[in-house]
């Protein structure tokens, strides 16, 4: 299972949230209560961040974009484990894990 999901993650793509820009960077790691969590700082050198000095800072715990993209993501997978005939080894393929870990997850879901 954790494999799925780390390869569904390393698939993402993260924009900034205030102007949309790929041009981002990790930024260090902002302390939470479960923890710390990876931050990110936008590179766009076209957008200010209104009057700061430094460009805008966020962490994807935080980012609609970044959940959205989860939630298509597992979605799509949910619906290739759900379908009527549809073999492990062909799912297992498209998203470049093994055989056992799709099954695993069918067992999980049913």
């Given amino acids: 299972m954790k494999g799925v999901v780390d ?26 209560k479960d923890g710390r969590v990876e931050a990110f700082i936008c590179k766009n050198p076209n957008y200010k961040n209104e009057g700061h000095k430094t460009p805008k800072q966020f962490i994807l715990t935080t980012s609609y974009e970044f959940k959205k993209q989860i939630f ?17 080894k062909t799912i297992a393929k498209k998203y470049k894990v093994s055989p056992s870990q799709i099954s695993a997850l069918r067992t999980a879901l049913r």
């Avoid at 569904?8 to 930024?27: A, T």
């Avoid at 993501?73 to 073999?87: I, Q, S, T």
């Fill in 7 to 32: 390869l569904l993650l390393e698939n993402i793509q993260i924009r900034c949230s205030l102007c949309g820009s790929w041009m981002v960077s990790p930024n260090g790691t902002r302390p939470r």
């Fill in 72 to 88: 298509n993501k597992l979605e799509g997978l949910y619906e290739d484990l759900l379908k009527d005939g549809a073999k492990g």
